[in-house]
């Protein structure tokens, strides 16, 4: 069982910058590869990155590469979200997610399974203003 609770997130302007992080709690962090999600209002939870559970191999939505830096310190059972360049439209509730699997988890055209992730955090409000 693993509990994950995300923080970090807030109300930004238009080209700032937020890191999130997702705090996990339970037995072993370290075999779980870890996504970050996001929903914005009126819209579908849609993937933003993958880690896998070495933080050596990372994914991410084709609207955020570039920007966004997925990494994790498996020694304080923490993945972090770092996002620059911020964007109205990456106003969103995150959530955080954990896959119990070493390996990478891969986009299939642009979309990640949400079915492959066990657990997830209760989100955190990103607001970005234009």
């Known amino acids: 069982q693993v509990q994950l609770v995300e923080s970090g997130g807030g109300l930004v302007q238009a080209g700032g910058s937020l890191r999130l992080s997702c705090a996990a709690s339970?037995?072993?962090?370290?075999?779980?590869?870890m996504g970050w999600f996001r929903q914005a209002p009126g819209k579908e939870r849609e993937f933003v990155s993958t880690?896998?559970?070495?933080?050596?191999?990372?994914y991410y939505a084709d609207s955020v590469k570039g920007r966004f830096t997925s990494s994790r310190d498996n020694a304080k059972n923490t993945v972090y979200l770092q996002m620059n360049s911020l964007k109205p439209d990456d106003t969103a509730v995150y959530y955080c997610?954990?896959?119990?699997?070493?390996?990478?988890?891969?986009?299939?055209?642009?979309?990640?399974?949400?079915?492959?992730?066990?657990?997830w955090g209760q989100g955190t409000q990103v607001t970005v203003s234009s």
């Open positions: 997610a954990a896959a119990p699997r070493y390996g990478t988890i891969a986009p299939t055209n642009g979309v990640v399974r949400e079915g492959l992730f066990d657990y």
């Open positions: 339970g037995r072993g962090f370290s075999g779980y590869a």
């Open positions: 880690i896998n559970w070495t933080g050596g191999s990372t």
